[in-house]
């Protein structure tokens, strides 16, 4: 009986996934963020199935920039519900965006890395998987 139950929840946990693939947002291990060349620490890139990028700065992890595959230009993206800045989920299936960066400048994204300079002219490079 305990495994049938088991089962079941499984059965629906993978459902929900699935279903919401695209606004679920997992911590890529690998990722890093290079301004100017130099690594920064205390980032935390996240990425959904969508290979959207979302990148969380500072000791709290707070959610700095967001491209969305889709649009790529970068930009801010209002609150997302996280755990510990290892999965975030969103509101929708594109991120809402609170403002952009870059001024109109698209981002280059590839499945290994995402390019693109910051509002000041930065280079700004994140090195993904």
């Known amino acids: 009986m305990a495994r049938i139950i088991l089962a079941t929840i499984a059965a629906m946990l993978l459902v929900a996934l699935g279903m919401n693939r695209n606004r679920i947002y997992v911590r890529d291990p690998l990722g890093k963020v290079y301004r100017r060349g130099v690594r920064q620490q205390d980032n935390a890139v996240l990425i959904n199935f969508s290979n959207d990028v979302l990148v969380m700065t500072g000791p709290q992890h707070v959610q700095e920039l967001l491209i969305d595959s889709v649009g790529r230009v970068p930009g801010t993206p209002q609150p997302m519900s996280c755990l510990r800045a290892l999965v975030c989920l969103s509101e929708d299936a594109q991120a809402p965006m609170l403002g952009w960066k870059g001024g ?7 499945s290994r890395e995402v390019t ?14």
């Open 104 to 110: 109109v400048t698209r981002a280059r994204m590839s």
């Open 116 to 129: 693109f300079n910051d509002d000041d002219g930065t280079p700004v490079r994140i090195a993904l998987r």
